[in-house]
């Protein structure tokens, strides 16, 4: 059903549901890998096949599949029916009818090298078109002599018409829009992939379907593109459960053994693991806290920070404690059956399991992980921090306490730790290694997320690759996983020499990464970065572009490596990003004082109550007061995902005069747009810039 979607919604909805007919053709694919060769969305620079270029698939037979799809939000109202009139109609007179560019496509490309050659819409025939239907094929013989004579004018003369339409398919009726969504992901979570594989799919296809020779080098989707695509194995934010990536060693093996020995044998009783944005600590602690269980010993862990779409309280004592304690009492549940269960006898629990530890001749292990994020995301208020580590320290008998951090100030931290933690506990994540990178670079390979060249073997090339990536990232997980995410996008074989002509210069530091890659991007990505961190704010899947007006930009050429695909739509790969942009000098002016979305005079309170109503209605990431949150309301109610993770994208139309700007679905509803909203170019439109 699709009754709820706009008008100014209609071309948008329309390419999407394009998109989904193509990712189904993708997804049968991976059901019968033999099927074809390679396939592509919007070929229109397959010469022969224009017309009929919407899905153009190469069999493994040899032949060509040539599909067009239609689609309207009226498929029930008898003026939006699939019907003769509908097939021949011109626009002007020179304009073109559809049946004599689809069979003009068909004519070009031979009708006996299409394997199949079919329009897909979800029309409903009406009734005269119906009864010359059988089975999806028009019965030619069966249309009256009048009516024959007026389409063959379309199709090249009566010959033609026999021919084209004994091979043509009206494969009319189709799913609807929500249930398409529905259909596809369903298929693809079932068999071949997860949730966060599927919304990789989806924003992918976004990418081939708009931008040329995407994906690299020449547009055409293979069946290894497709694979690496979906693979679980791909680059992925910290998962919020800390299970360990797939092919992850430590970054220097020698020393995750002699510190998860020392942690179990007492040698000391606090480290303060610190690392730079991105360098891989809480991935470290999760590999820690499985070696330690691996060994018989009670790791229990909280994290302060897991991601953005987290809305939970995971600062205050009340919550920390409790799941602390949940994890202690499902392993030692006699020794802490008669505690007081109130967190601020946290304290008396640690004591106890520590002590029952010990007499096993075993530690308890407390990891607590994320603390510099508490400054940053509490108001810089560090109250619960305190509250904590007056329950934690001094430190407990048998018991072992492993702190992650970054280096920040001592304002940012508890005040416990500055008596009770001394320099020496205080020690660095080592970079990795190069046996880690070219371990993490063989998974990758393995996964399908590149391919090497067919002319010498394997093995020979990753070692070397490895060792070009290492010193490119200098060691560094974060840098490292941005340098090959974006290389692999851009060219699906790679080699030293392309690694080596990225960037001549290391960073092996994500803060010197983002500030050489800010200095080289385009001032249209840098837009798109002030708006992705501004509130947080989480774009769906093709919005920024509609938004920005950047119908030719490929900002996933450009961005796509720095984000990540959430079921809201896009968020930052890691969150250093947000604290880049946020603290670059200009941000704010971009984001607010320069209106990238400017109201009218007193529409402020109406933006202010669209963001209320968008986080109530739809759970969607906080948006903040004012014209900017307001903005990314309007663009939210223009943009929303249903259950299925599809984003219906229907992004405001920039309009002079009145410039209303125009709403989309939220849940498949008609929302409708403040009165009296006004869209400024601003940002947008901007005619004079500052030279780099």
């Known amino acids: 059903m699709t009754g709820g979607i706009k008008r100014s919604a209609i071309p948008a909805s329309g ?12 997804c049968d694919w991976l059901d019968l890998p033999t099927l074809y060769t390679w396939v592509k969305f919007e070929a229109d620079d397959e010469e022969d096949a224009r017309g009929l270029d919407d899905i153009v698939v190469q069999r493994s037979d040899g032949q060509m599949e040539l599909t067009q799809v239609k689609f309207t939000v009226n498929e029930f109202e008898p003026d939006y029916a699939l019907s003769w009139a509908w097939l021949i109609a011109r626009k002007g007179r020179r304009g073109t009818s559809l049946l004599e560019k689809w069979s003009s496509a068909a004519f070009r490309v031979g009708l006996e090298q299409l394997g199949e050659v079919r329009l897909i819409t979800n029309r409903r025939p009406d009734a005269e078109f119906a009864t010359h239907l059988t089975t999806g094929k028009v019965q030619w013989h069966s249309l009256a002599e009048a009516l024959r004579q007026e389409i063959e004018q379309h199709v090249g003369g009566a010959q033609n018409a026999v021919l084209f339409f004994d091979r043509f398919e009206f494969s009319h009726s189709y799913v609807g829009y929500e249930s398409l969504a529905r259909v596809v992901s369903s298929a693809l979570e079932g068999r071949h992939t997860d949730h966060v594989g599927w919304l990789t799919l989806f924003r992918r ?25 979906i693979s679980e194995r791909q680059p992925r934010p910290l998962d919020q459960e800390f299970r360990i990536p797939a092919g992850y060693l430590p970054p220097d093996p020698d020393f995750a053994q002699d510190f998860v020995d020392q942690a179990l044998t007492g040698a000391w009783h606090v480290r303060a693991l610190w690392g730079s944005p991105g360098q891989g600590k809480s991935t470290f602690l999760s590999y820690v806290c ?85 400054w940053r995301e ?106 090959f995410m974006k290389l692999a996008h851009d060219h699906r074989v790679l080699s030293c020499d392309l690694v080596k002509q990225i960037d001549p210069a290391p960073h092996g530091d994500a803060r010197a990464y983002y500030k050489a890659l800010w200095q080289r991007l385009s ?44 079921d809201a739509g896009l968020i930052a790969f890691h969150g250093s990003l947000y604290v880049f ?67 219906v994208i229907a992004c405001a139309a920039w309009a002079s005069g009145a410039g209303t700007a125009a709403a989309g679905v939220a849940g498949g509803a008609a929302v409708d747009e403040p009165a009296g909203a006004s869209v400024s170019a601003g940002l947008l439109r901007r005619t004079s810039r500052p030279k780099l």
């Open 15 to 26: 390419y999407i549901y394009q998109t989904l007919v193509g990712i189904k053709v993708l």
């Open 205 to 229: 296809a976004i990418e081939w379907s708009i931008h040329k020779n995407a994906p690299a080098p020449d547009g055409r989707i293979t069946l290894e593109v497709l694979r690496s695509t």
């Open 290 to 374: 499985e070696q330690v269980r691996a060994r018989g010993v009670l790791a229990i862990r909280h994290h302060y920070f897991l991601d953005l779409q987290d809305a939970s309280d995971r600062f205050s004592l009340k919550n920390v404690a409790r799941s602390l304690m949940a994890q202690m009492e499902a392993e030692l549940t006699e020794v802490v059956a008669h505690l007081d269960a109130r967190p601020e006898h946290l304290r008396r629990w640690v004591l106890a399991c520590g002590q029952a530890c010990a007499a096993q001749g075993k530690r308890l292990v407390i990891v607590i992980d994320g603390l510099d994020h508490v």
């Open 378 to 483: 509490n108001d810089q208020e560090i109250a619960p921090l305190n509250e904590l580590f007056a329950q934690l320290l001094p430190i407990a008998a048998g018991t072992t306490l492993v702190l992650g951090t970054q280096r920040v100030g001592d304002e940012q931290l508890p005040r416990r730790m500055h008596r009770f933690v001394d320099a020496p506990d205080w020690v660095e994540l080592p970079r990795m290694q190069l046996a880690s990178v070219a371990a993490w670079l063989r998974a990758q390979y393995e996964a399908g997320s590149f391919q090497l060249s067919p002319h010498t073997q394997a093995d020979r090339q990753l070692g070397p690759l490895a060792e070009a990536f290492q010193a490119l990232s200098e060691g560094h997980p974060l840098v490292l996983t941005y340098t």
């Open 523 to 566: 001032w249209d990505a840098r837009d798109a970065l002030h708006l992705i961190a501004e509130d947080s704010f989480i774009w769906p899947a093709g919005a920024l572009e509609q938004c920005l007006g950047l119908g030719d930009v490929n900002l996933e050429a450009e961005i796509g490596h720095l984000l990540a695909t959430v």
């Open 581 to 647: 942009i946020a603290q670059q000098h200009d941000h704010e002016d971009q984001a607010r004082e320069e209106g990238l979305y400017r109201f009218r005079p007193a529409t402020d309170v109406v933006a202010i109550e669209i963001a209320q109503i968008v986080e109530e209605l739809h759970g969607l990431a906080p948006v903040g007061a004012g014209a900017a949150g307001g903005a990314a309301a309007l663009v939210a109610l223009a943009a929303v995902p249903d259950e299925a993770g599809f984003a």
